[in-house]
């Protein structure tokens, strides 16, 4: 499929300050189902507008958020504006489907995927890619994934390498087993040896294999909740 990767910018929730971003559409008759993707801290922009192009190949209008206009460390305030943003931006595309919309998030974004759940009704599925249940110690202070999965109410999908030095692999089980004490709609995934940031190719953690195998899952979850009929 021909798709349209262009780099957009809109306006935080906090009415002033410009997010640069990317959004890749796909060719065809839309609307089409949506994917806000919040990027991790590491590596360029370029491991994640490919992954925005794959999610138009797939038939997915994907919005590349650049939260790390922020730095790397954002407060809760400022990602929460910025998510209003992204959406309100969104709202203005002709292709996408805001009925249709799950939101991807990387090593820190996907704290921000949480966060950007409990925010927006319109969000009907989360994938989280190696991230964590607890924030680093390094960052500061803020909205925890282990307690923000207690108000979550779309289904989730969880991938995770059993060798993630950021985030340990015990600390997901954890979230694991408290998602599932409160019955959320929840699927984890962990991939044996795998590192921390496996899925995104100009991460240092990226492994192949462990990559394809996570992009074939969060395809499949996104067409079954996305999509009247899934992908063959």
Known sequence: MTVRLTSVTFTSGDGETPIPSY????????????VLILRGVAGPDD?????????A???????????????????????YD???????????VPE??????????????????????????????????????????????????YDLVEGVKVPTLIL????????????????????RSLGKPCAFTYYAGARH???????PGYEEHAAAQSFDEARRFLDTHLRANAHA
């Open 160 to 179: 995770h390498g059993t060798e993630d030095e950021q985030a340990p692999v015990e600390s997901m089980r954890r979230m694991e087993t408290r998602m």
């Open 23 to 34: 959004l890749a559409v796909p060719d065809g008759d839309g609307p089409h189902p949506v």
């Open 82 to 92: 910025d998510l209003k943003g992204a959406i309100t931006f969104l709202r203005s």
């Open 96 to 145: 996408a489907d805001l009925n249709r919309l799950a939101v991807f998030g990387f090593c820190r974004g996907g704290v921000h995927a949480f966060m950007a759940a409990l925010a927006h009704e319109e969000i009907r599925a989360i994938v989280v890619f190696h991230g964590f249940a607890f924030r680093s110690s390094r960052a500061q202070p803020g909205a925890e994934p």
């Open 47 to 55: 491991g994640y507008t490919e992954i925005a192009r794959r999610l």
């Open 57 to 79: 190949e797939w038939g997915y209008v994907a919005l590349m958020h650049g939260w790390k206009i922020r730095g790397n460390d954002p407060s809760d305030g400022l990602v």
């Open 197 to 203: 940031g496996f899925a995104v190719r100009t991460h």
